[in-house]
């Protein structure tokens, strides 16, 4: 039964309605702290969306932060007038019960319910301190309290769902909550327990003190539980309790069976993936925001195209290098992300000294990092004027021009989970040059849909970029075949819905 859908629940059909729970701690998108290429920040609201529009009903529940205020109207996000107070028992470990409320907002006909708790919700800083720049300390006991109150709220409704889909590490707790204390409540542990989790790299690790914020029997704070290394680890609880895991990539499931990339539960996952729990399902690409036939920035200067219009493209790439003073016969690769290692971009200043005296090229970066790979970037576009152009910050309407104007996206990551950059490049026809890891490799196939190439060297990395001239240069019907092949990629959120139902 599993095999067919990820949300399938007992006595439904995949093609009735379900009534599904969204539980999640990601606010980015409403704060306006936007990566365009991370989808994390808009898994919630993409995913709830696409759900409804297969015909399920869907409720999403958040945690309240005082900076919403200013955001949700804009957002076309409306409270309804409705506002429950729940009493949620935290009495165990000398945890105080806390009084929260259940704030309820429509957002086109999808119900989203914000849980407002003062120590949750009414600090200067969300999860990270300013101050500090660290989480706050107290976060477990919030993000527990936000946990229990998301299934709580779940009764007052009252609602039965079939499926409660957690998304994010701090919500985790929701997905132990609703296996433990919830275990015997006939609303809730009828429902299929959904946890997905971008990455393993950056894991919650707490002092065993602090367990007792959680308000749970010490018998849970076990290996096979809560307990890593001496440490409370959210997420494992989030992964062992849940009746499927997924992250959004397969090549990443397969990654994170290893030491190198598990760091740590390497062991619960082949676990899981023994038991049939655990699944990668990429992510969707928005395509009102990203669509070359009616992109609005792309209209402005004449050049919308499509699979069939790509004449158009050669519009929008001599606005480009026009703008920029590059050369309109050389190849445009462009670079976005953060100047980091991880990030690849170590190999594109080490590599492309070379590429730009050995070809008709140029080079488009857009990022910020420390003051060595700053400086390095900065040494490049003075060697090479009119070849390389170095932007540190880039509104939307010039990111989507340099996206359609440029031939090539290098995404040369070491480690990749989540990012869509190379999905909406090969929407634009613009070929995405990868590293094959994670999400890049699930999706990009060398000299069929874009390029690849595995080991992380930059002998292997110019070698590819070679690749990628010598075709572009030499075999033009070639390089037009595998454009049109990256753009009939489906990749829209209806067709990833399916996949959770």
Not at 286 to 304: H, M, R, Y
Request: net charge neutral; glycine share 6%.
């Amino acid at each position: 039964m599993w095999e067919v859908g990820v949300m399938l629940v007992r006595g439904k059909t995949s093609n009735e309605a379900l009534e599904t729970v969204i539980i999640s701690n990601y606010l980015d998108l409403f704060l306006g702290e936007k990566d365009f290429f991370r989808s994390p920040h808009y898994f919630v609201c993409e995913l709830s969306h696409a759900l409804k529009r297969e015909g399920h009903n869907v409720t999403v529940i958040l945690p309240w932060y005082k900076k919403l205020d200013e955001t949700l109207k804009k957002m076309g996000i409306y409270y309804t007038g409705k506002t429950e107070r729940i009493l949620i028992p935290m009495d165990r470990g000398g945890n105080e019960d806390k009084e929260v409320e259940a704030r309820f907002f429509d957002c086109m006909g999808i119900r989203l319910i914000f849980i407002y708790e003062p120590t949750l919700s009414d600090r200067d800083g969300f999860v990270l301190d300013p101050s500090t720049g660290f989480f706050f300390p107290d976060n477990l006991k919030r993000f527990a309290v936000f946990s229990k109150a998301s299934l709580e709220a779940l009764k007052v409704i009252p609602l039965r769902p079939n499926v409660i889909h957690i998304f994010g590490d701090w919500s985790s707790v929701a997905a132990v909550y609703a296996k433990v204390l919830f275990k015997y409540d006939n609303l809730i542990n009828r429902a299929r327990l959904v946890f997905t989790i971008p990455s393993l790299e950056d894991q919650i690790l707490l002092p065993p003190e602090q367990y007792s914020y959680l308000s749970l029997e010490w018998k849970y704070f076990s290996y096979e539980f809560l307990e890593f290394y001496g440490k409370v680890n959210i997420v494992k609880g989030g992964i062992v309790a849940s009746d499927i895991t997924t992250f959004l990539s397969e090549s990443y499931v397969e990654e994170v069976t290893k030491a190198d990339f598990g760091n740590g539960l390497e062991g619960v996952i082949i676990q899981k993936l023994n038991e049939g729990k655990i699944k990668g399902i990429l992510p969707g690409v928005n395509t009102e925001l990203w669509n070359p036939k009616s992109d609005k920035e792309l209209s402005k200067i004449g050049a919308n195209y499509n699979i069939d219009s790509l004449q158009n493209k050669v519009k929008a790439k001599k606005y480009l290098v026009s703008k920029y003073g590059l050369q309109e016969d050389s190849i445009v690769f462009f670079f976005y992300g953060d100047l980091t290692e991880r990030s690849g971009i170590s190999l594109v200043y080490e590599v492309f000294g070379d590429v730009l005296k050995n070809y008709k090229a140029s080079l488009i970066v857009i990022g910020r990092g420390d003051d060595f790979r700053e400086l390095s970037l900065a040494e490049l576009q003075d060697n090479f004027k009119g070849k390389v152009v170095w932007l540190k910050d880039c509104k939307l309407g010039d990111l989507k021009h340099i996206i359609s104007g440029s031939d090539v996206a290098l995404i040369p990551s070491m480690s990749e989970q989540d990012n869509i950059l190379h999905m909406v490049s090969m929407v634009y026809g613009t070929l995405p040059l990868v590293r094959g890891v994670g999400i890049l490799n699930d999706v990009v196939r060398d000299r069929i849909n874009g390029f690849k190439f595995y080991n992380y060297s930059p002998s292997e990395f110019l070698a590819k970029i070679k690749d990628v001239c010598d075709i572009y240069f030499r075999d033009p019907k070639r390089w037009s075949k595998i454009q049109k092949t990256a753009m009939k990629s489906d990749f829209s959120w209806n067709s990833v819905a399916k996949k959770y139902v």
